[in-house]
């Protein structure tokens, strides 16, 4: 894939308007909120902020960076006709068993109902994204060319499976796997989906401040434009080689305490669990 | 042919094993046994299939280095209860160094200067803890929490093996330091895992790591502290619950929890806790934090009351006095 079609693939993934789900999510915010962590919008906002996507890079971009190895290393063994026909299917099967270990380390590990349940719904969501809206559209006479049409059909193959294993309850479909398999199957390197993952997380946390009327649309913009970056650059130096330690590809002395998922924010976790428990609410999470 | 008594296999340094077995309806320690600084005491109890073991460290801490290795087994229908005595401190060195320690010569009694240079990074403490339970078997472990001091480094895990109808309780938790010597949060590093397998699957995994980020040369904003993120509470506790002995336990404090109406405050209150179900139906994970460990110790010992049920008021009361 050359930069400008990874620059296409951004730009369609960074769309607010994206069905994914994450307008109904504040991650815990409002919840912080109204256990009286408010002192000024725009620095409690801040430091929300930091303290969220610390903990979401923490725990959960180890499962991206794992989901995306899976389906890239089946997306480019097929690319390179690698692959006996007899042999795709024993790859994907085993590519389904490593998402879906993933999917149930993720599931043991998010042990807050409310973050568990906006994780799945979110999760559940791109992979429909993906089948309804990345696939191509049916009448061929909009598309010439077959250029790239097996490929996508191998990848497309693999997130209907997986699709309807989530729909069976086989498996979860948590956000960051499934976030990690949408990426790679479009052909997202891995550093940008790292990042793109986290950004959106940032944006999402400044689109409820906003839904929930603490910051005005243009200092939430403004966030946006000189303090999101920052922050979300200096998490992802912090994680992006964190593994879960789950594939056959890590590391033989894969030490879990340094390089593994962790919950680092036990206050975040205690006030997004209590998110139902609020008199009134606007969000699902 | 096996010999009678099969050797058994020598503990290292800071090894412990415990296990108990039942035997007609008394539990019996078939073994009970740990060497320096690992220490464990069970006192006498006068209750069926029922048995309290102390765990302590000599000196009430454990130093920078120090390696904890426990294995517990408790056998089908026996009640262990886990304790400590008073909080596990961490020291990332000891004040006065001990004499027994392996490596340490005895020749020298003060420690070599670079050891007290704040440039030497410390051995970080470690304590691995295996647990088995067979069914209808029953743990409760129910130590006091850890306090590290500043600059410790500290990690534990601990897993836990569980037959279908066996139960559990783990208590886990950490104060922010030694307040009256003004620490709060100054240690360097606390990890701590608990991981649940019931039945060869895992049913829960946690995770807390606890460490000042290094400020980042990328970052122009602000790092956040360990301080800054846990404020303006100094002690996290995090329960796992799970099985038939601790189901009515789970629901009372379920209906507590269903009880609360959050309306916007203007500040913090001074404890806040919640509760999650497991995805596995039969357990719960409770977290609470507060301003003050001892409030979260009255709260923790009103909401396990159930637990009183299985142990009895007297073990009870060692746990919570």
């Known amino acids: 894939m050359d930069d400008d079609d990874e620059t296409y693939i951004l730009l369609l993934l960074s769309d607010s308007n994206l069905p994914t789900g994450s307008f109904v999510a504040s991650s815990g915010l409002e919840s912080y909120i ?70 149930d380390l993720y599931d043991t590990m998010t042990l807050n109902h409310v973050a568990r349940r906006a994780s799945k719904s979110q999760g559940v969501a791109l992979l429909t994204l993906y089948s309804k809206g990345f696939s191509r559209p049916s009448s061929s006479s909009v598309i010439s060319g077959a250029e790239g049409c097996d490929q996508n059909r191998c990848m497309s193959d693999l997130l209907e499976k997986f699709k309807l294993m989530a729909r069976k309850e086989d498996t979860q479909a948590h956000l960051p796997i499934c976030w990690g398999v949408l990426t790679a199957a479009l052909g997202l390197a891995l550093e940008r989906s790292q990042y793109l993952h986290l950004f959106l997380h940032a ?65 975040g976790e205690i006030l997004a669990a209590r998110h139902d428990l609020q008199h009134s609410r606007i969000f699902n999470s | 042919m096996q010999p009678l008594h099969s050797p058994i296999p ?41 048995a309290v073991v102390y765990l302590l460290t000599y000196g009430g801490g454990l130093v920078g280095g120090d390696q904890i290795e426990l294995s517990v087994k408790a056998d089908s229908k026996t009640v262990l209860v886990l304790l400590s005595q008073g909080s596990t401190k961490v020291f990332k060195i000891r004040p006065g160094r001990r004499l027994a320690s392996p490596g340490v010569s005895r020749h020298s009694l003060t420690p070599p200067t670079s050891i007290i240079s704040p440039l030497v990074t410390y051995p970080a403490t470690r304590q691995n803890m295996t647990f088995t339970i067979a069914a209808e078997g029953a743990l409760f472990l129910l130590p006091d929490p850890v306090t590290c001091f500043r600059s410790a480094s500290y990690n534990q895990s601990q897993t836990f093996y569980l037959s279908k109808s066996a139960s559990l309780v783990v208590l886990d938790w950490l104060t922010s330091g030694r307040m009256s010597m003004g620490e709060e949060w100054a240690f360097s590093r606390y990890y701590s895992a608990n991981e649940v397998w019931v039945e060869g699957k895992r049913i829960a995994k946690d995770i ?46 379920a209906a507590q929890f269903d009880q609360i109406a959050i309306f916007k405050t203007k500040r913090p209150a001074e404890m806040v806790w919640s509760l999650s179900p497991m995805t596995s139906e039969s357990g719960a994970i409770v977290r609470v934090a507060g301003k003050e460990t001892e409030s979260v110790r009255t709260w923790l010992g009103q909401a396990l009351l159930g637990l009183q049920e299985t142990v009895g008021i007297d073990v009870y009361r060692k746990a919570f006095p």
């Open chain 1, 34 to 103: 109204k256990h009286g962590f408010m002192t000024s919008p725009t620095s409690t906002i801040v430091t929300f902020l930091q303290d969220s996507l610390g903990a979401y890079a923490r725990s959960a971009l180890p499962f991206v960076t794992d989901a995306h190895h899976v389906v890239e290393r089946l997306r480019t063994r097929e690319k390179d006709g690698g692959i006996e026909t007899g042999d795709m299917r024993e790859c994907q099967d085993k590519a389904l068993e490593d998402l879906a270990a993933l999917d």
């Open chain 1, 203 to 267: 944006r999402s946390l400044l689109s409820a401040s906003v839904r929930l009327n603490d910051m005005g649309p243009y200092s939430a913009q403004q966030l946006l434009m000189h303090v999101v970056r920052p922050l979300v650059a200096s998490q992802l130096a912090r994680c992006k080689d964190l593994r879960t330690g789950l594939l056959e590809d890590s590391e033989v002395d894969f030490d879990e305490k340094i390089l593994g998922p962790a919950n680092t924010w036990p206050l």
């Open chain 2, 10 to 50: 020598r503990l290292r340094s800071g090894g412990g094993r415990i296990s108990l077995t039942s035997y007609g309806t008394s539990a019996v320690f078939s073994e009970l046994a740990s060497t320096y600084p690992l220490k464990v005491l069970s006192p006498r109890i006068v209750a069926r299939g029922l």
């Open chain 2, 208 to 253: 807390m790591l606890l460490d000042d980020q290094q400020p980042d040369p990328i970052a122009k904003i602000l790092s956040r502290t360990l301080a800054d993120r846990l404020a303006p509470y100094s002690c996290y506790a995090m329960v796992m619950l799970f099985g038939p002995l601790v189901q009515s336990t789970i629901q009372d404090i």
